[in-house]
């Protein structure tokens, strides 16, 4: 069974850093591709971040909201995928979620809160 | 970026009725193209990837179709459960986006 949790989400003061957390099991997570999306209270869904499988070179892509910002990884040896926010703003204020990326998010985590506010 | 839009935004259906979703992009996508489900406090669910296939345990009520720059989601008979906010995402092109949802409300 495919499973992801999230945690790491918290309050944040303006200007701080926050590192998300995803283990997952349930899949080959070294040879998949993983996301990062993003949700503002009482908005829509939006892409952050996603990193390539290691067929792929794990190669990493972020949406320009958060370039420069965000830095997304993954350890494989704890089947964990990472998101490190840096610089945060009020507008980062959302449900984080990871998900598995077959071009398409077919599973996800239960999403991990994060309030940037001084 | 290419920009999803959909519509309507609100769409009041009652239980056994035909409901049909409208996604467009800014250009094509070609097929490459989500559709989600998300239900108040639950994270998103895939329904419908590249355009047309159902996911796994999607029922067969739920169809999507279209190509270019043109989708459809179409619910044929409305069950109590599928009252939720739909949401189209293209992965043809960086960055990925997603449409602004369509919310299905019980009419």
């Given amino acids: 069974e495919v499973q992801l949790l999230e945690s790491g989400g918290g309050l944040v003061q303006p200007g701080g850093s926050l590192r998300l957390s995803c283990v997952v099991s349930g899949f080959t997570f070294s040879s998949q591709a993983m996301s990062w999306v993003r949700q503002a209270p009482g908005k829509g869904l939006e892409w952050v971040s996603s990193i390539s499988g290691s067929g ?31 610089s945060l703003r009020a507008e980062d204020t959302a449900v984080y979620y990871c998900a598995k990326d077959m071009w398409r998010f077919d599973y996800w985590g239960q999403g991990t809160l994060v309030i940037v506010s001084s | 970026e290419i920009v999803m839009t959909q519509s309507p935004a609100t769409l009041s259906v009652s239980p056994g009725e035909r409901a049909t979703l409208s996604c467009r992009a800014s250009q094509s996508v070609s097929s490459n193209l989500d559709w989600y489900q998300q239900k108040p406090g639950q994270a998103p669910r895939l329904l419908i990837y590249g355009a047309s296939t159902r996911a796994t345990g999607v029922p067969a009520r739920f169809s999507g179709s279209g190509s270019g720059t043109e989708f459809t989601l179409i619910i044929s008979s409305l069950q109590s459960e599928d009252f939720a906010v739909y949401y189209c995402q293209q992965y043809n092109n960086w960055p990925r986006t997603f449409g602004q949802g369509t919310k299905v409300e019980i009419k």
């Fill in chain 1, 56 to 86: 792929s070179g794990g190669s990493t892509y972020y949406a320009d909201s958060v370039k420069g910002r965000f830095t997304i990884s993954r350890d494989t040896s704890k089947n964990t995928l990472y998101l490190q926010m840096n």
